[in-house]
């Protein structure tokens, strides 16, 4: 599979690598993302994980750090996604002597598989050592992103280092298992002045990776949103004044109308919640003018829809933000669509309607987006609710790059569904 996936990739043509620097800082009006200029800007993006067990971007022991920024503005993208893991941070306040990359990699791999990773790593990226700390690990790609004129937005995936997401893992919901609101809140603290300080490109945040009910945790409820996201987006605003702050709905962040139609966001009866209610507006916020909504849309569901339908059925999730004649709209937001995507095998594109009916909603609302994802392998993946947990270097079949992080993975695919994502906000 793999082989063959290598022998049909092709490199796309090089292109020039530096950038004019983007307009920063960004703000909003009304449903629109301003550069600093005051002209509009869209997030046309890719997703790069560094939140699973070794807590850096993924990838490194197939290329350089460099080489791997370049794919994004080859592929025609102003932006990235990078995930992060609170536990990075964690073990930042508690002096962890675990942070340094050799540990990173030889814990989570084992001291033969580590070893070998390590050296790959170093190999590919002789500006590190044993010794570099993965937040300098993270400095040094978020450096390149800006010599290379890409757009980092952080986005906070989990608290424990692993894959996401599953029911009852531990990371999905504020008090759960591994999320400890505190160490969260201390952690968006710490990163955001240390992004706004050492990253040039770094525009933007996304407070929590799809928020999602959980079993033992604080009540499920926007309530209970309300309190936590306000108060870990008063931590970001605080320290990083500048920086946009996304926000994630419910469920998977698959839906998030109440905030754009106004609701009263309920707790819930018969817990700590009962009878608490909050209303999310805007102007009661230092950052006001810093707001945007995001969700995610993967092909899970009735997969055959029409586009009028599959249209319809999405609008009512969240987009009414960017509908000023929509009577229901109590406040205008940007949103972004800040995860879709799909195995990258040359037909699935078209096999359901979901690519179609996406591209079609982007050109009908003009939102931005973010693909998932860049990477063609990972160092190591654990999914709890899979047989094995945990698995060393791993093929990600969704990924745009191939396994060895050194070709496009599929150039139909790219021709039919990125390039189409982008020429829709042309
Ligand atoms: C970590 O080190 C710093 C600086 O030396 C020190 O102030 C802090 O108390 C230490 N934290 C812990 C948890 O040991
Ligand atoms: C330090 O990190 C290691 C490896 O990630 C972990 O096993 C350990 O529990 C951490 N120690 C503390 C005090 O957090
Ligand atoms: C770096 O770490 C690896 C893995 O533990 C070890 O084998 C190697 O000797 C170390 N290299 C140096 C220069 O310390
Ligand atoms: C909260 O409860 C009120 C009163 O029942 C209801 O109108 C409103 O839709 C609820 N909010 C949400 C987000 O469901
Ligand atoms: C919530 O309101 C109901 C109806 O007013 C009341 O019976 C109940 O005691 C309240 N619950 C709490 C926890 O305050
Ligand atoms: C915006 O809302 C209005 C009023 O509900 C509706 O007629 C229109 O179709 C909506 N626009 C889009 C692009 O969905
Ligand atoms: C691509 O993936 C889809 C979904 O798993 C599958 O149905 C299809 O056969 C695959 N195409 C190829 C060429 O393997
Ligand atoms: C698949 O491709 C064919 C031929 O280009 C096209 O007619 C059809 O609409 C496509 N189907 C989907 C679901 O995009
Ligand atoms: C170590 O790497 C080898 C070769 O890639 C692999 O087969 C093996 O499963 C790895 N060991 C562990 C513990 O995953």
């Known amino acids: ?209 799809e928020l999602r009910k959980a079993t033992t945790s604080e009540p499920v409820d926007w309530y209970t949103w309300y309190v936590h996201m306000t108060a870990a987006a008063d931590a970001v605003h605080e320290a990083a004044p500048d920086a946009l702050i996304f926000f994630s709905g419910l469920s998977y962040d698959t839906y998030i109308d109440p905030i754009p139609l106004g609701k009263t966001l309920n707790g819930t009866a018969g817990t700590a919640t009962a009878n608490k209610t909050a209303t999310f507006v805007p102007s009661n916020f230092a950052w006001e003018d810093k707001i945007v909504l995001e969700l995610h849309k993967y092909d899970f569901e009735v997969t055959q829809n029409s586009c009028p339908t599959f249209k319809a059925n999405w609008y009512k999730q969240g987009f009414q933000a960017v509908n000023a004649s929509d009577p229901a709209t109590q406040y205008l937001f940007p949103v972004a669509i800040t995860e879709w995507g799909f195995i990258q095998n040359g037909t699935y594109w078209n096999q359901t309607t979901y690519n179609k009916c996406l591209i079609e909603m982007v050109e009908d609302y003009r939102v931005s987006w973010m693909q998932w994802e860049i990477s063609g392998s990972f160092y190591l993946q654990t999914r709890p609710n899979r047989t094995p947990n945990t698995i060393q270097g791993p093929e990600e079949f969704w990924g745009l790059l191939n396994y060895k992080w050194d070709a496009v993975r599929d150039p139909v695919t790219v021709e039919n569904s990125l390039d189409k994502m982008i020429a829709a906000l042309d």
């Open 1 to 209: 599979m793999t082989l063959l996936l290598s022998a049909v990739a092709a490199a796309l043509p090089a292109a020039s690598t530096k950038r004019d620097a983007p307009n920063l800082p960004f703000s909003t009006k009304g449903r629109d993302i301003l550069d600093s200029n005051g002209d509009i800007f869209h997030y046309k993006g890719t997703n790069w994980p560094g939140h699973q067990e070794i807590m850096i971007p993924e990838g490194l022991q197939h290329a350089s750090v460099a080489e791997i920024v370049a794919w994004i503005p080859k592929f025609g993208l102003n932006s990235v996604r990078m995930t992060f893991a609170i536990e990075m941070i964690d073990d930042i306040y508690s002096n962890n002597t675990s942070q340094t990359l050799e540990k990173s990699v030889v814990n989570a791999l084992g001291q033969e598989n580590g070893t070998l990773v390590l050296e790959q790593i170093l190999e590919n990226n002789p500006q590190f050592t044993n010794e570099t700390t993965r937040l300098e690990v993270w400095d040094a790609v978020a450096k390149e992103l800006a010599d290379q004129g890409v757009i980092l937005h952080l986005d906070n995936h989990v608290s424990k280092a692993f894959w996401c997401c599953g029911d009852d893992d531990g990371n999905g919901w504020f008090g759960e298992k591994y999320f400890n609101v505190d160490n969260w809140i201390r952690g968006w603290s710490f990163i955001s002045s240390h992004a706004r300080e050492n990253w040039p490109t770094f525009a933007s945040v996304g407070l929590r990776n």
